[in-house]
């Protein structure tokens, strides 16, 4: 967080201001109000006939550490184009959109994450400056004692049990509660019925229970 104002220059300070029910960075001066809004997190699950791209980071936080290539959606592009351009940069590959998959909520971080699922036009990598090393894992190879971060292992086993199992992925939602971990109610299990290149029409549907053994 910037601590000027981007207006005038002038420095901020936290205030309350007429009509709000929080308090803001406001501008000392001009009166500027400075929101901060959660951030937007796209990563991406790319099946290559089960193996998943996988890159190690070469960047803090999780340095060394596996994860699903994605970063902060830039302003201007479409939550697809963020896809695909981060899996570009980091590995080299081109890949077709084929779905959401999972919409998870970290509000402990103030971050909203959104991982699409996709394919590779070609199998072929070539590693971004954000990446020590990146390759293609199936269930049994995936370095599950070494993934970044929390979210990235709950995203993986989510898919590959629903990978194995009959009928259309699902779109899952995962929520982050303070204190208590990732949450993936089955409850917020639902699924895409219509997903096409015109209209984007969603419907959610409630498929009750996941089966024996899920969790
Ligand atoms: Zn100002």
Redesign the pocket.
Known sequence: MTRF?S??G?SLSLQLPPGEDRERHC?N??G?IHFINPRIVVASIIDAGGKVLLCQRSIPPRKGYWTLPGGFMECGETMEQAAEREVLEETGAGIDIDSIYMLCEQPDVSEVYLIYRGRPRSLELMLGPECIDAGWFDASEIPWNSLAFPLIAEVLRNYFHDRCSSGALPVRSSRRHPGRGLITSPDNITTVTSLSQGIRRVHFTHVGEPPDGYF
């Open positions: 104002c207006s005038c002038s501008c001066n001009c500027d």
